[in-house]
């Protein structure tokens, strides 16, 4: 199995940033896409961003394009996920996720990170 341990969450004014990590560990990651989903109260879990590990190739929900940028680091395990221009309606608990290996995040995520709250004020 693939581990996710997913951090970097926490209280900004609107306009500011944050940095969410995750630490993956277990099988490897080549072939697979890693990713994050966000979830308000009360709203459905949707996509945010992806990667896929070896080609680096990006995906970005429209909400989020030329705010957010995925990332990844093949020596640490580790993916990314850099937030500018934070608006409140970013508010949501933020969830890393990996795919099966061949499959896309939105067809085959299989692990999920524990999640880390993102909470933006106006």
């Known amino acids: 199995q693939v581990q996710l341990v997913d951090s970097g969450g926490g209280l900004v004014q609107a306009g500011g940033s944050l940095r969410l990590s995750c630490a993956a560990s277990g099988r490897a990651l080549s072939g697979r896409r890693m990713g994050w989903f966000r979830q308000a109260p009360g709203k459905e879990r949707e996509f945010v961003a992806a990667?896929?590990?070896?080609?680096?190739?990006?995906y970005y929900a429209d909400s989020v394009k030329g705010r957010f940028t995925i990332s990844r680091d093949n020596a640490k395990n580790s993916v990314y996920l850099q937030m500018n221009s934070l608006k409140p309606e970013d508010t949501a608990v933020y969830y890393c996720?990996?795919?099966?290996?061949?499959?896309?995040?939105?067809?085959?995520?299989?692990?999920w990170g524990q999640g880390t709250q993102v909470t933006v004020s106006s």
């Open positions: 990667i896929r590990w070896s080609e680096t190739t990006t």
């Open positions: 996720a990996a795919s099966e290996v061949g499959r896309s995040l939105t067809q085959g995520t299989a692990y």
